[in-house]
DNA sequence: CTGAAAGCGCTAACAC
DNA sequence: GTGTTAGCGCTTTCAG
């Protein structure tokens, strides 16, 4: 493959201007900036970008981290980065760590090894004293709440969502709530969905959570356990619309009729949540992805949050 | 930032010995290579990568084209990709074209420009006279059959699925049937869905075959469009459960049983159709995935199909 | 306007 | 075993 010296060699010119074109320089005499460009064609030259990098220390490449790459949730918030990814010609690499701290530090390492100039971290496995030592490197922009100075934060307000959504199940006269989540305590929204469970419900019986769960094989299972107890629950908050779907599946082939004998309520407005008219609360999660790109490429530490809604449709 | 040179300067060594520690090189000794681990650490540092590709002319980094990063179908794709790259220590770039051959091509050119080792297209806009020139340049894995020597293709077989499912519909005593696609006779699948249909049923009614399908609202447009036809077709066809799902609500919106009244069937076994109970063909893109992975890795041009599934719930 | 030359940070002959 | 040195392909002073 040519590279800048055969051009300058064949158009006669040294290689600082050849650089000079390349890069839409002004001061080059147009007769030269025409043979240059004539030679560029004919040797179908292509500047090579892995230089360029290398002495600009800017890649325009950033990494979005992210546990399952299979996970609608997680989807939702790539779509919203590559929205934006596309319009400010950035590229993106997708960095899966199901969750092993290691690998998540690896990835991180990329901002100093410099293959990337940012990372977007839709979701964590290792603390936060353990990532933030990385902002010497490169932006960190996280899709949660975080109050670290270095972190720009582009996140939903969890927290008022969940207890919103307690509330409202509440109001409708359930007082034996359940609700799944997809990792157990080291997750940070399970954090926050026991404790807005506790701020509405009081005391929280441990057989009402249960972990694990991330399709709608897992929502199939969780309904079963919970529908089995002693002190069945009236009303179910999944972490996710597939998981709701499954629940809502495990009623329906137990003749439990939705909502008069179980409440169900999901999360993200996902396509089959829509099918099965499943009430759901939705996060923005395209929207939140979309600012975290911007953050991140402004090198900014704000943090935005983005509003949630609740869609009420006909499960609770 | 520390490099190299400023590591071999206080390990006392040159860089050359450096760069051997680094590499695990053999023909060190053991003080001078525990002498420059132990400066690497001192100085919290890390080779640049970028230097590193350019003399190896290797990145380990592959880019997936895909016109959409919010469609079922192309997520399984990527999915499979992902987890055949997070094994073998691929970074993989996601590359959106929103169908725009000019950005297509842009992206090929990562190829030429050294930013990527391979290209994995799952969907294109170019011709295949416009792509292959860039074979020259790296790897180009297309999941789609093509016959060209230089491109490796792990596909499903398109056309024996359709042809079959058609039959199906047939056999179940169908002869007015529709379908949908996402674009239109620019696109591979529509060609040979048009193609498949013709073969069973022979004539295709234009009205029949409803364009520009993606999620649900639009399943709801096509369905709305054929079930006022004066010659209304009994079964549809959607090139995805989002789409078929969309249909189907659109059914019972206006008191149409399925699949007494409308047979309908999907693709790609997603959620939605799993809640819907909606019949679908399985085309397994999460292998075709994996398997156009395998291949841009080992710059293999072999033809990969995967067989397909169909699965019949209770819509047809 | 233009070119020579000094890097960016690393690898890999080659010589000792 | 180890160091010297010549690149990889580009950008960017600094003179002229």
Redesign the interface.
Known sequence: ?ANIHDIAKRAGVSVATVSRVLNHHPYVSESKRAAVKRVIDEMDY??????I??IRKK?R?IGVIMPY??NQAF??L??GV?NRS?ELDY??????T?YDPD?ELNYL??L????LDGIIITSRSNTWDAITPYTKYGTIVACEYTDHPEIGCAYMDRYGSYVETFQLLKNKGHSRVAFTTARGEESNSTLLTIEAYKQIFGDLPPEYHIRDCY??DDGGGAAQQLLHLDCRPTAIYANGD?VA?GI??YAQRNQLRVPEHLAIIGQEN???G???RLSTVDHQL?KVGEQAFDLTIENSKDKIETPYHIIERESI
Chains 1, 2 share one sequence.
């Open positions: 493959m292509t500047p090579n970008h892995l230089a990098d290398l890649t490449r790459n299979n989807d939702q790539l779509h590559l596309v590229s993106v690499m997708v960095l899966p199901k690998k390492n990329m100093k090894n410099k293959q399709n709608m597939e779907a809502y599946q996902q396509p089959v829509i099918g099965l395209v």
